[in-house]
């Protein structure tokens, strides 16, 4: 068994932060990478950011400069902060993450429940 715990997600004002976590737990021998992706009401489901376990990061367009995307690599955990958020950032976010499974040993995709953020304007 796998999880992806999130949580941080709320209502913010326009021009606020809110800092999302995923913490993972179960039969995880490594995690290739963890990432937030966010849908919208009536649009696809977007990649917001990733962290590879290089410690590499990649950033949609629209969140560059505002959010920041980190890794607790003992804590198996993701942060996603938010600053300056906007309206349009209002979504339901996701956490995906990428892993070796410890008994199979070959790379899987495990996604969370997700965490709602809306942002007022």
């Known amino acids: 068994q796998v999880q992806l715990v999130e949580s941080g997600g709320g209502l913010v004002q326009t021009g606020g932060s809110l800092r999302l976590s995923c913490a993972a737990s179960?039969?995880?021998?490594?995690?290739?990478?963890m990432g937030w992706y966010r849908q919208a009401p009536g649009k696809q489901r977007e990649l917001v950011a990733t962290?590879?376990?290089?410690?590499?990061?990649t950033y949609a367009d629209s969140v560059k400069g505002r959010f920041t995307i980190s890794r607790d690599n003992p804590k198996n955990t993701a942060y996603l902060q938010m600053n300056s958020l906007k309206p349009e950032d209002t979504a339901v976010y996701y956490c995906?993450?990428?892993?070796?499974?410890?008994?199979?040993?070959?790379?899987?995709?495990?996604w969370g429940q997700g965490t709602q953020v809306t942002v007022s304007s």
């Open positions: 179960g039969n995880i021998f490594s995690i290739n990478s």
């Open positions: 995906k993450m990428n892993y070796i499974h410890s008994s199979w040993r070959e790379s899987l995709d495990y």
């Open positions: 962290i590879f376990d290089t410690g590499d990061t």
